[in-house]
T-cell receptor
Framework: ETGVTQSPTHLIKTRGQQVTLRCSSQSGHNTVSWYQQALGQGPQFIFQYYREEENGRGNFPPRFSGLQFPNYSSELNVNALELDDSALYLC?????????????????FGPGTRLTVL | AQSVSQHNHHVILSEAASLELGCNYSYGGTVNLFWYVQYPGQHLQLLLKYFSGDPLVKGIKGFEAEFIKSKFSFNLRKPSVQWSDTAEYFCAVTAFSGGYNKLIFGAGTRLAVHP
């Protein structure tokens, strides 16, 4: 167990709907990254949040958005769901220190939320 | 652009067989390399990591990996697999960009170990 929790575990939505996924980071961690893992693929970076702001973004459209709260927990929101959004969504927390991005801080993954879009 | 390539998508072995999973990366700068494992129904777990120093890295559960800079490779090995090693294995590299770092994963290798 990593101390990173995600909810819900599973979710079924229909095309066009909106979804919110939640992540609680490990104690002491201030950075949350979100990844999408489609069936048969490795996780793909969606975005990262640090100090309640989006810190970096992968190749995902604007209908993927997020939030980070003062307690460092985070939400991933996806609007106008498409069939291809069906995937396992992973949250990873880490601790970004004063040394900045040039030093890597290990990311600890949660169990994921399995989203199915019908 | 950075990328990670895992050559074997599915591997089937008998218990006690030796394992080697291939991983090649494409990245021009300093790399940090990782192997993660995802057991059925469980979260992604770090097996081992390479930042610098000795290119032969020991991880948990008897796994090791060798970083060969000239070949841009970071292959995972285990001398004798067990049934409990059945899982999906992901190679990953960190990419630093614009003030943040992210993990770039390969497509994964699904390992099945038969008793």
């Amino acid at each position: 167990e990593t101390g990173v929790t995600q909810s819900p575990t599973h979710l079924i939505k229909t095309r066009g709907q909106q979804v919110t996924l939640r992540c609680s980071s490990q104690s002491g961690h201030n950075t949350v990254s979100w990844y999408q893992q489609a069936l048969g693929q490795g996780p793909q970076f969606i975005f990262q949040y640090y100090r309640e702001e989006e810190n970096g973004r992968g190749n995902f459209p604007p209908r993927f958005s997020g939030l980070q709260f003062p307690n460092y927990s985070s939400e991933l929101n996806v609007n106008a769901l498409e069939l291809d959004d069906s995937a396992l969504y992973l949250c990873a927390s880490s601790s970004k220190g004063s040394s900045g991005a040039s030093s890597y801080n290990e990311q600890f993954f949660g169990p994921g939320t399995r989203l199915t879009v019908l | 652009a950075q990328s990670v390539s895992q050559h074997n998508h599915h591997v089937i072995l008998s218990e006690a067989a030796s394992l080697e999973l291939g991983c090649n990366y494409s990245y021009g700068g300093t790399v940090n390399l990782f192997w993660y494992v995802q057991y059925p129904g469980q979260h992604l777990q770090l097996l081992l990591k390479y930042f610098s120093g000795d290119p032969l890295v020991k991880g948990i559960k008897g796994f090791e990996a060798e970083f060969i800079k000239s070949k841009f490779s970071f292959n995972l090995r285990k001398p004798s697999v067990q049934w409990s090693d059945t899982a999906e294995y992901f190679c990953a590299v960190t990419a630093f960009s614009g003030g943040y770092n992210k993990l770039i994963f390969g497509a994964g290798t699904r390992l099945a170990v038969h008793p």
